[in-house]
């Protein structure tokens, strides 16, 4: 009877030992450093690491990209987390908004600002996992990045002229804007939140696309949570087809946003969707409209960008007269009387583009106080977008991407890209300059 207790304590016993064993193992597995190997090309070594849960993924843009093309990055991040999700659990973290250079109310602050102030998060969830950069913090519960890869091109260019896909780790070409504490965490600028830190940070050269640093992430880099600065360098991979058309349908603007501009077109412009045939659905995944659905208010929408363009004498930029003139033709030709009047000029050039149209009435969107100061600059721009987005005929300025947002808009809601994809000839190119080309919409 004794020998056979013996047995089994000595069983349980070894049994004990094995497991503890086994779970002292993973325990140093889960806590080992996040190093990260390279090789030229997309040879990469695989640095064995515990998988986790769930990931998070955040980046940011070059400080002097402007609100519209941070809009494109957001959606080669967004088809990279979807990419990323075909194989672990992906989150993309939505870096706030703020310290945007065609932003020019420097009185208010306009830093830390959430995305839901501009769009419509629930509709960004619909294609892929977001969260808001303060619910971030809250669900790892300190304010903390695990490894930043800053992301920059390569020294020598391309090799023999010859653009290939390949990521390495780098050293740095500038000098890096994060620096190392007395703690060894890095800091820096994080969107305006001085208490966060990253634990590690590497330079990375990229020439490639969303899909070259996928396989990166996945396998070679065992942080909980990754932050690619400067995410421009990331090209998309299938522009203009329908993983690059699905991020951007599901980019719908904050509807306390539309519904100012609503009313401004109801008040201003006697437009409204059901006679504009230009309502939506509560899902963007629900919605298709053939091209020439939407009618549009009775009214021309006319994007006009001056300051820098202006300033910089670009060959592209039309004149206040001729770009006036132009639009009377177009009025006349359309059988319109109203012009409504987008653009960053001052109120002297504002002014002046209406005295060449004194025969019609011209209209510009100049918030309450209150608007700007709730929604500030950045939200202004979105209801001069929506409001352009919803005439009968739409002109821009060549390659602004405030223009080329505007197409893609008309573009969701079915209208003719003849009335779209337009633009001004500049002073100096010929009066029948190249037009913008159309993208259809690929679902």
């Known amino acids: 009877m004794a020998t056979s207790m013996n047995c089994t304590r000595w069983l349980v016993f070894t ?6 064993t086994l779970f002292l193992s993973v325990i140093s ?15 990469q070594k695989l640095n064995v690491g515990v998988a986790k849960a769930r990931r998070f993924l955040l980046y940011d843009v070059n400080p002097g990209e402007g609100f519209n093309l941070r809009r494109d990055v957001y959606m080669r991040m967004a088809n990279l987390v979807g990419a990323l999700g075909e194989t672990e659990d992906w989150t993309l973290v939505l870096p706030p908004w703020g310290r945007i250079y065609h ?5 208010l602050d306009q830093v830390r600002i959430p995305w839901s102030t501009f769009f419509d998060v629930p509709s960004l969830n619909r294609h892929i996992p977001v969260i808001e950069l303060e619910e971030y913090i809250k669900i790892r519960g300190k304010p903390e990045i695990d490894q930043i890869l800053y992301l920059q091109s390569y020294k020598e260019g391309w090799s023999n002229g010859k653009f290939e896909e390949k990521v390495d780790e780098r050293d740095c070409i500038d000098r890096p804007m994060y620096q190392k504490d007395s703690d060894g965490l890095y800091r820096g600028w994080f969107w305006g939140y001085e208490d966060i830190y990253a634990k590690a940070f590497k330079c990375v050269s ?12 996945i396998n070679n880099v065992t942080a909980t949570s990754v932050f690619l600065d400067r995410g421009e360098k990331i090209s998309h991979k299938y522009f203009g087809q329908a993983e690059y058309w699905k991020a951007r349908r599901s980019m719908r603007f904050a509807k306390h946003l539309t519904d100012i501009g609503d009313d401004f077109r109801r008040g201003f412009l006697n437009s409204d969707d059901k006679r504009d045939k230009t309502e939506v659905t509560e899902d963007w995944r629900d919605m298709r409209r053939d091209p020439g659905s939407a009618t549009g208010g009775p009214y021309i929408a006319v994007h006009l960008r001056r300051q820098d363009y202006a300033r910089g004498g670009r060959k592209d930029v039309p004149t206040l007269q001729a770009a006036a003139e132009h639009v009377e033709g177009l009025l006349k030709k359309l059988k319109l009387k109203i012009v409504f009047l987008a653009t960053d000029a001052p109120k002297r050039e504002i002014d002046e583009f209406k005295k060449y149209l004194s025969n019609f009435k011209v209209v510009n969107y100049v918030p309450p106080k209150v608007v700007l100061e709730k929604y500030m600059d950045g939200g202004v721009a979105i209801i001069d977008q929506w409001i352009c987005a919803h005439a009968r005929y739409f ?7 405030f223009t080329f947002r505007i197409n893609e808009e008309r573009q969701i809601l079915g209208f003719d890209p003849k009335m779209t994809y337009n633009r001004f000839c500049g002073h100096a190119e010929e009066p029948d300059c190249e037009q913008p080309s159309a993208w259809k919409i690929v679902y």
């Open 103 to 107: 932003w020019q109310n420097r009185h």
């Open 395 to 401: 002109i821009g300025t060549g390659v602004s991407t």
């Open 15 to 20: 049994l004990y030992i094995l497991f503890l």
């Open 206 to 217: 990229i020439q490639g696309f969303t899909t070259t640093i996928a396989p990166v992430l």
């Open 29 to 43: 597995l889960a806590n080992a450093a996040d190093d990260i190997v390279f090789q030229s090309g997309n040879q």
